[in-house]
């Protein structure tokens, strides 16, 4: 389960959070699905380093 908060939106994305014990954002993308709105997947992003990694599965 991710803890924080939202930040920001981000282009292309529904919402941003943040993990609590690093520097590190979640965004993740909502897909509608069968008329539900989900969280489909999404990207962590390192803010010390820029790297973008990208996951599947939420």
Request: charged content about 15%; glycine content about 8%; some cysteine.
């Amino acid at each position: 389960m991710l803890t924080g908060k939202v930040i920001q939106l981000l282009e292309g994305m529904d919402l941003i959070s943040q993990d609590n014990s690093s520097d590190v954002f979640v965004c993740f993308r909502a897909v509608q699905t069968n008329g539900h709105k989900v969280l489909k997947y999404g990207q962590t992003v390192a803010l010390e380093t820029q790297d973008v990694q990208t996951f599947a599965g939420y």
